[in-house]
T-cell receptor, first 115, second 113 residues
């Protein structure tokens, strides 16, 4: 079946602009996660949704970052007033359920470059 | 701050040899552990999950877990050049409602033909 999909695959934006990154999870997966990966580092957690609600947003670096999942499927990560330090690969993952024993599967990522 | 430590490598092994990748973690309450493979320019791909102490085998891969020592390892038998990638150890955080993964920085494996 289809895996996690993310769009766009690449996004170049100017400092100060607003961007939206989209994630479409595996069909039937109720839990959705956003991570960010910088060069030479492992992915770092940003936010996790169970259904429509953000169950844990403790990884969002500041209030310029916001994410929604209005219908419990597709999610959008929104970044306001982008800064050069926001440049990274943004990864989305989904799992059948949250909790122990459920594996997270990653999408191909969106490479964000802020110039 | 929950931490996952891996040797960054690079780890070089000859084709056909066993590659051994190691990981330690700080969250003593963690119950779920994962190994992901990441090719250059690609996203992480899940290759193994392990939840109980001991060994778990899947093809050429064996994951080993020792919760008392807070240690997870991955053995790759009969290493192939196509195994050359970065291997990420991930630990699911413990605590109510906290299902995020904490990743190590990854170990870069190079299999020499």
């Amino acid at each position: 079946g289809a895996g996690v999909s993310q769009t766009p695959s690449n996004k170049v934006t100017e400092k100060g602009k607003y961007v939206e990154l989209r994630c479409d999870p595996i069909s039937g997966h109720t839990a959705l996660y956003w991570y960010r990966q910088s060069l030479g580092q492992g992915p770092e957690f940003l936010i996790y949704f169970q259904g429509t609600g953000a169950a844990d947003d403790s990884g969002l670096p500041n209030d310029r970052f916001f994410a929604v999942r209005p219908e419990g499927s597709v999610s959008t990560l929104k970044i306001q007033r982008t800064e050069r330090g926001d440049s990274a690969v943004y990864l989305c993952a989904s799992s059948l359920r949250a909790g122990e024993g459920y594996e997270q599967y990653f999408g191909p990522g969106t490479r964000l470059t802020v110039t | 701050q929950k931490e996952v430590e891996q040797n960054s490598g690079p780890l070089s092994v000859p084709e056909g040899a066993i590659a051994s990748l190691n990981c330690t973690y700080s969250d003593r309450g963690s119950q779920s552990f994962f190994w992901y493979r990441q090719y250059s320019g690609k996203s992480p791909e899940l290759i193994m999950s392990i939840y109980s102490n001991g060994d778990k085998e899947d093809g050429r891969f064996t994951a080993q877990l020792n919760k008392a020592s807070q240690y997870v390892s991955l053995l790759i038998r009969d290493s192939q050049p196509s195994d050359s990638a970065t291997f990420l150890c991930a630990v699911k955080n413990s605590g109510a409602g906290s299902y995020q993964l904490t990743f190590g920085k990854g170990t870069k494996l190079s299999v020499i033909p």
